[in-house]
């Protein structure tokens, strides 16, 4: 028994340190969520589903906002309207991820009908919402580096993938601040074929299964107050193709004034672009192309401290 129990003990010996090994080469590479789940509590957060992800850059806030606020430094906490739409389980993985001794920060909450919208038959059910079974509904740990607990139930490829895609070039890259950069081939025929293939998704495997969740919207509420006395908070709509933009208007018509009506009783601004689509390029019609990025997060700056004069 004693030397059945010796190999036994040895043995899970090495699955962990094989194991921990591959935890310590995965980086941005490994997946489009791995890092943030290693990265330690932080003061200012970008909030969203994968449109603030790609088109929100934390540098260029930084970069922006230096002169008037020298400390500030974002970190990008956004991950996709399956996985971070505003409910009860964001609010507790960005109440992890928030340094409990935050103050003068800043918070940037990307928002749109699907952030706050459920494709169940119940939207207001909770216990049926779909991100109970991903990463930030099964992953206790998310400040942890290596994140053993995320790579075991929510890294989705066989653990030699982590070794290839970091010695490989690959088209998608988190970087340490949380924000997802896409390098795909930018051509007409490509964004055009891709525009189509994302507005037929949404139109078809979105629209017709999405409503608009009251609960959700009562825990957007609940993220701005408490994250209102660590600073303050920006609500942003960010821009998209027109046809997803009349999909969107069609899932929630009053959309805006129901945000509107929540950033003034919250004494909060809402930064509304969605009718600039215009003026950027987008990879798919949904998320922006990483030079248009810098665009927008630049006008989110502005936007900021133009507000700031204003207060």
Same mark, same amino acid.
């Given at each position: 028994m004693k030397i059945f129990l010796t190999k036994i003990f040895f043995f899970s010996l090495a699955v962990v340190i094989f194991f921990f090994l591959f935890a310590l080469l995965a980086d941005g590479h490994a997946d489009h969520f791995y890092l943030r789940f290693t990265t330690p509590r932080q003061n200012s957060l970008i909030l969203g589903s994968s449109r603030a992800a790609q088109g929100i850059i934390p540098d260029v806030l930084d970069s922006a906002l230096t002169k008037d606020y020298p400390y500030q430094k974002f970190y990008n906490f956004s991950f996709t309207i399956a996985h971070s739409p505003y409910g009860p389980v964001y609010y507790n993985a960005i109440c992890k991820k928030l340094n409990p001794n935050s103050k003068n920060a800043f918070f940037i909450l990307a928002v749109d009908p699907w952030s706050i919208s459920t494709a169940q038959k119940n939207p207001n059910d909770s216990s049926t919402f779909i991100e109970n079974r991903l990463a930030l509904g099964q992953t206790h740990f998310i400040n942890l580096n290596p994140n053993l607990e995320?790579?075991?139930?929510?890294?989705?490829?066989?653990?030699?993938?982590?070794?290839?895609?970091?010695?490989?070039? &690959? @088209? %998608? #890259? =988190? &970087?340490?601040?949380?924000? #997802?950069?896409?390098?795909?081939?930018?051509? $007409?025929? $490509?964004? #055009?074929?891709?525009?189509?293939?994302?507005?037929?998704?949404?139109?078809?495997?979105?629209?017709?299964?999405? &409503?608009? $969740?009251?609960? !959700?919207?009562?825990?957007? @509420?609940?993220?701005?107050?408490? =994250?209102?006395?660590?600073?303050?908070?920006?609500?942003? !709509? =960010?821009?998209? &193709?027109?046809?997803?933009?009349?999909? %969107?208007?069609?899932l929630m018509p009053g959309f805006d004034d129901t945000i509107a009506r929540l950033s003034n009783i919250n004494n909060i601004p809402y930064f509304n672009l969605k009718d600039s689509s215009k003026h950027y390029q987008f990879v798919d019609g949904n998320h922006l192309y990483k030079n248009s990025s810098k665009a927008v997060t630049a006008d989110i700056a502005n936007l900021i401290l133009k507000n700031k004069n204003l207060e």
């Open positions: 995320y790579l075991v139930k929510n890294y989705d490829e066989p653990f030699m993938q982590i070794i290839y895609k970091k010695f490989t070039k &690959h @088209d %998608e #890259l =988190l &970087h340490k601040n949380g924000w #997802l950069e896409i390098n795909v081939p930018m051509d $007409s025929i $490509s964004v #055009l074929k891709r525009t189509r293939a994302k507005i037929n998704d949404y139109a078809n495997n979105n629209l017709p299964y999405y &409503h608009f $969740s009251s609960l !959700r919207l009562r825990y957007l @509420d609940k993220t701005i107050k408490m =994250l209102n006395q660590h600073g303050k908070v920006y609500i942003v !709509r =960010l821009p998209v &193709h027109p046809e997803i933009l009349k999909l %969107e208007e069609t």
